[in-house]
């Protein structure tokens, strides 16, 4: 049993003829640790998978589990409780509020922690600093660029240090540069110890994930099982040739 | 960073509708507290001005006989036959239980006497009393000081040709004349008003009185009730309630107090919509933000309290402002609705004001449960959309 395991999740949308299934059977299992990008073009149910597995979404049927935790079984109060705990979410558009200075938008999650307000502060201040922008602290979002707000999403969502974090398309509107640091910036997450699972649909930055999980039409088609097991660096980036030929091989089926 | 922090930075940085919201019940509040202290000065006022009044209650002997004068004409002597009332008894009228609120007791003895050739009605009365039970006196010349002086009727003196200054000698009592009574429309006019002493000396009543008036100075007090009492301690006494003049005037009020609390419900009813308005378009506004909250673990509850509070501190503002500007309007409307200067002035009521405060908060919080309700049952996921 892995740290994260899903068991045959369906979602549907809609009812009747007009349903609509966006995951269909998904059965996953991601240690604790792991680095996992899921792929897939848009309307293949990565979003909708990625937003069960956050405890967002109720899957039509099926069970999630974390940590031996059934997700869905649990109320929604708990459920938000399992998300505070465990779950730092980092949003394609960033979804900063406009109204807070950037210290204060990495300190939103601990907002419902009773905590010393210096306490909350250091920590926000600490988690701008891993991402590089404490010197940054008491601007608003619209002053800065799109690249350091994506930064301030990753440090709002490793501020409590959550087991996992799941980020949709953290890249997808930043250019290649940028998003190139964004992907390093999540993989120092993880190497940190922390869980990360990212949706994309460009390869372009898919090899910086130790796993890639392909989706087609709501069905895992690839569960990436043989790059799972834990690599350095160097000899990760020596095997990345061969993975990427392996994804052109799967993409062409 | 707590819950509190967001709101204010919120309401600090997206002001536009947290003004909506303050103007929605500021407008409500302030009709409320503007038309109750309106209502309030003009009942302040109108306990002045029934003070102006003079005496509302009479008292007369008891009689068997029936009144035969109508329209001013006298058909008959009998009022000079009448009993009277002992004026030791007048005593008991400052020990009923409404005694407070007797701002004069005016006993009066008439008898008729001949001057000059004139047969004239004389009257006793107490000066003092006088000044509150006949405010509308105007004297040319002096009230009387001493037991001596005498103040004659307008009509009385054009008829004898007396003026202040002239001295007359009535059965042996030597008067002087101190001043003359300006035309009042009653029958004042025709009479010769002498101290009360010097009138029973003059008419041979010594200790008795021919009929009390009675200023009892209230808003709403009990007329009938302390007619009641008065009759209860003077037994030879008919006790009249002259009400007609109180009754109509406090029921106009009364009518235009209901008549306002109709319009504050009004207006606060629509103060309130006009709050869920916005809140509602506020929630729809911020409906990412609210999925971002849930999805950081943030409670229902949490998000519940996020609206409601936002609502509640914008109310609290909303709530003083309101009864400050309710308070202005009044001061400046008042004039147009009385007449008295000075009498219904408004002044700050900590009670009133605390009213208006919490009831604004109370509103402001109730017309936003709903908004709140739809942004905590909000899905998270729909809500977030780009998830």
């Given at each position: 049993?892995?740290?994260?395991d899903?068991?045959?999740?369906v979602?549907?949308?809609?009812?009747?003829?007009?349903?609509?299934?966006?995951?269909?059977?998904?059965?996953?299992?991601?240690?604790?640790?792991?680095?996992?990008?899921?792929?897939?073009?848009?309307?293949?149910?990565?979003?909708?998978?990625?937003?069960m597995?956050?405890?967002?979404?109720?899957?039509?049927?099926?069970?999630?589990?974390?940590?031996?935790?059934?997700?869905?079984?649990?109320?929604?109060?708990?459920?938000a409780?399992?998300?505070?705990?465990?779950?730092?979410?980092?949003?394609?558009?960033?979804?900063?509020?406009?109204?807070?200075?950037?210290?204060?938008n990495v300190?939103?999650?601990?907002?419902?922690?009773?905590?010393?307000?210096?306490?909350?502060?250091?920590?926000?201040?600490?988690?701008?600093?891993?991402v590089?922008?404490?010197?940054?602290?008491?601007?608003?979002?619209?002053?800065?660029?799109?690249?350091?707000?994506?930064?301030?999403?990753?440090?709002?969502?490793?501020?409590?240090?959550?087991?996992?974090?799941?980020?949709?398309?953290?890249?997808?509107?930043?250019?290649?540069?940028?998003?190139?640091?964004?992907?390093?910036?999540?993989?120092?997450?993880?190497?940190?110890?922390?869980?990360?699972?990212?949706?994309?649909?460009?390869?372009?930055?898919?090899?910086?994930?130790?796993?890639?999980?392909?989706?087609?039409?709501?069905?895992?088609?690839?569960?990436?099982?043989?790059?799972r097991?834990?690599?350095?660096?160097?000899?990760?980036?020596?095997?990345?040739?061969?993975?990427?030929?392996?994804?052109?091989k799967?993409?062409?089926? | 960073?707590?819950?509190?922090?967001?709101?204010?930075?919120?309401?600090?940085?997206?002001?536009?509708?947290a003004?909506?919201?303050?103007?929605?019940?500021?407008?409500?509040?302030?009709?409320?507290?503007?038309?109750?202290?309106?209502?309030?000065?003009?009942?302040?006022?109108?306990?002045?001005?029934?003070?102006?009044?003079?005496?509302?209650?009479?008292?007369?002997?008891?009689?068997?006989?029936?009144?035969?004068?109508?329209?001013?004409?006298?058909?008959?002597?009998?009022?000079?036959?009448?009993?009277?009332?002992?004026?030791?008894?007048?005593?008991?009228?400052?020990?009923?239980?409404?005694?407070?609120?007797?701002?004069?007791?005016?006993?009066?003895?008439?008898?008729?006497?001949?001057?000059?050739?004139?047969?004239?009605?004389?009257?006793?009365?107490?000066?003092?009393a006088?000044?509150?039970?006949?405010?509308?006196?105007?004297?040319?010349?002096?009230?009387?000081?001493?037991?001596?002086?005498?103040?004659?009727g307008?009509?009385?003196?054009?008829?004898?040709?007396?003026?202040?200054?002239d001295?007359?000698?009535?059965?042996?009592v030597?008067?002087?004349?101190?001043?003359?009574l300006?035309?009042?429309?009653?029958?004042?006019?025709?009479?010769?008003?002498?101290?009360?002493?010097?009138?029973?000396?003059?008419?041979?009543?010594?200790?008795?009185?021919?009929?009390?008036?009675?200023a009892a100075?209230?808003?709403?007090?009990?007329i009938?009730?302390?007619?009641?009492?008065?009759t209860?301690?003077?037994?030879?006494?008919?006790?009249?309630?002259?009400?007609?003049?109180?009754?109509?005037?406090?029921?106009?009020?009364?009518?235009?107090?209901?008549?306002?609390?109709?319009?504050?419900?009004?207006?606060?009813?629509?103060g309130?919509?006009?709050?869920?308005?916005?809140?509602?378009?506020?929630?729809?506004?911020?409906?990412?933000?609210?999925?971002?909250?849930?999805?950081?673990?943030?409670?229902?509850?949490?998000?519940?309290?996020?609206?409601?509070?936002?609502?509640?501190?914008?109310?609290?503002v909303?709530?003083?402002?309101?009864?400050?500007?309710?308070?202005?309007?009044?001061?400046?409307?008042?004039?147009?609705f009385?007449?008295?200067?000075?009498?219904?002035?408004?002044?700050?009521?900590?009670?009133?004001?605390?009213?208006?405060?919490?009831?604004?908060?109370?509103?402001?919080?109730?017309?936003?449960?709903?908004?709140?309700?739809?942004?905590?049952r909000?899905?998270?996921?729909?809500?977030?959309?780009?998830?």
């Open positions: 049993m892995s740290y994260i899903a068991e045959k999740l979602k549907q949308y809609g009812t009747g003829e007009a349903t609509i299934t966006a995951v269909e059977g998904v059965n996953l299992g991601i240690d604790a640790g792991e680095f996992v990008a899921i792929m897939g073009e848009s309307g293949s149910g990565k979003s909708t998978l990625l937003s597995l956050g405890g967002l979404n109720s899957p039509t049927s099926g069970r999630f589990i974390v940590d031996g935790v059934d997700v869905y079984a649990l109320t929604s109060d708990e459920r409780d399992f998300r505070r705990r465990s779950v730092g979410f980092v949003f394609q558009n960033f979804h900063l509020l406009p109204y807070l200075t950037l210290a204060e300190m939103l999650p601990l907002a419902i922690v009773k905590m010393g307000k210096k306490q909350k502060l250091a920590a926000a201040i600490d988690a701008l600093a891993r590089g922008l404490s010197d940054k602290a008491h601007r608003l979002p619209n002053q800065i660029s799109g690249g350091e707000q994506e930064r301030v999403a990753i440090a709002r969502a490793i501020v409590n240090h959550p087991p996992i974090i799941l980020a949709d398309e953290p890249t997808g509107n930043l250019d290649t540069h940028t998003g190139a640091e964004i992907m390093k910036l999540l993989a120092t997450v993880n190497r940190e110890g922390i869980t990360v699972i990212m949706v994309t649909h460009s390869t372009e930055y898919a090899h910086y994930a130790r796993r890639l999980i392909r989706l087609s039409d709501g069905r895992v088609v690839d569960e990436g099982a043989e790059l097991r834990p690599e350095s660096r160097r000899r990760r980036s020596a095997r990345r040739p061969r993975r990427q030929k392996r994804l052109t799967k993409g062409r089926l | 960073m707590t819950l509190k922090n967001i709101v204010i930075s919120n309401l600090r940085r997206r002001k536009a509708r003004i909506f919201v303050l103007v929605g019940l500021l407008i409500g509040v302030a009709t409320v507290v503007g038309l109750i202290s309106l209502v309030q000065a003009m009942k302040n006022d109108m306990n002045h001005k029934l003070e102006m009044y003079g005496a509302n209650i009479l008292i007369v002997p008891k009689t068997e006989n029936l009144s035969l004068t109508y329209g001013g004409m006298s058909l008959g002597g009998i009022s000079f036959d009448m009993q009277e009332i002992r004026q030791a008894e007048l005593e008991k009228i400052k020990g009923i239980k409404n005694a407070a609120n007797v701002a004069a007791v005016g006993p009066m003895v008439l008898g008729p006497i001949t001057v000059g050739g004139h047969r004239i009605m004389l009257a006793g009365i107490d000066f003092t006088a000044q509150i039970l006949r405010p509308w006196w105007s004297v040319k010349g002096k009230m009387p000081t001493r037991e001596d002086g005498v103040v004659i307008s009509d009385a003196s054009r008829v004898i040709g007396l003026k202040p200054g001295k007359v000698i009535v059965r042996g030597k008067l002087s004349v101190t001043g003359i300006e035309a009042t429309g009653s029958q004042d006019d025709g009479l010769i008003f002498a101290p009360l002493a010097a009138a029973q000396l003059i008419l041979g009543k010594q200790g008795r009185i021919s009929l009390v008036e009675v100075l209230c808003t709403g007090c009990p009938p009730e302390m007619v009641k009492q008065i209860a301690v003077l037994p030879s006494g008919n006790v009249m309630a002259i009400q007609q003049v109180v009754k109509g005037r406090m029921e106009t009020i009364s009518h235009f107090q209901k008549f306002s609390y109709g319009v504050s419900a009004l207006v606060l009813f629509v309130c919509l006009m709050v869920l308005v916005t809140m509602m378009g506020s929630v729809r506004e911020r409906t990412v933000e609210i999925g971002i909250f849930r999805a950081m673990g943030f409670r229902k509850s949490h998000v519940l309290r996020i609206i409601l509070l936002e609502a509640g501190i914008v109310a609290a909303a709530g003083i402002a309101g009864y400050f500007t309710g308070l202005g309007a009044t001061r400046l409307l008042l004039p147009l009385t007449q008295g200067q000075g009498h219904g002035a408004v002044s700050l009521d900590p009670v009133m004001g605390a009213a208006a405060f919490l009831a604004s908060i109370m509103l402001g919080i109730a017309a936003s449960l709903y908004p709140a309700l739809m942004a905590a909000l899905d998270p996921n729909e809500a977030l959309r780009a998830l």
